[in-house]
């Protein structure tokens, strides 16, 4: 079975980002190998350009299951998204200095789009590995919140999650990847049981 695994870049303010640390180290899992799971992990630009990126990455790798972290430099612990929004924040630049141009992300989408796995499970893989994970309704009005809405808008019948991660040491990384490898094979348990 595939699984996408993304994280971001670094960008203005945060030149380290774990969330693309996270991805990559996942991407090199020897664990979800041993699994027969093909993994491909993508660091994506912190840019409105990383949006059709993605798309291109659902289309090329027809992934099974889709894995997505981003940073939330602010919070204390991971957050878990249950949704995303049909919407930007057009005063917010992006890393590049562009805008979008629209206070929507798809004109003709529906105004909020759920995550359609249960969290509960996936909240308490992150936990074993000694974090204190909380799920949230508002992954906000930014790059993390595109990218969750467009891979739930793409691939409506894929198991997606979005997971934000506070800024971590590299402990803390590589534990939320040892997270991230039980949370992709939860996902892919989920596809299969979606099979049945």
Known sequence: MKLLVTGFGPFPGVRHNPSGLIARAIGRSASLKRQGVSVAAHELIVTYAALPDLKKLISQ??????LMFGIAARTKQPRLEKRGENRTRPLSADAS???PSSRKLDEKGPLVL???VPLEPLRLAIARQGFKPTLSNNAGAYLCNAVLYTALRERPDVPSIFVHVPKLSADGVRRMARAGEELGALL?????RGRA
């Not at 790798?61 to 889709?66: Q, R």
């Not at 892919?188 to 299969?192: D, F, G, I």
């Open 61 to 66: 790798v027809k992934p099974d299951a889709i």
């Open 97 to 99: 200095g562009a805008r």
């Open 114 to 116: 759920n995550v359609r």
């Open 188 to 192: 892919l348990a989920q596809a299969r």
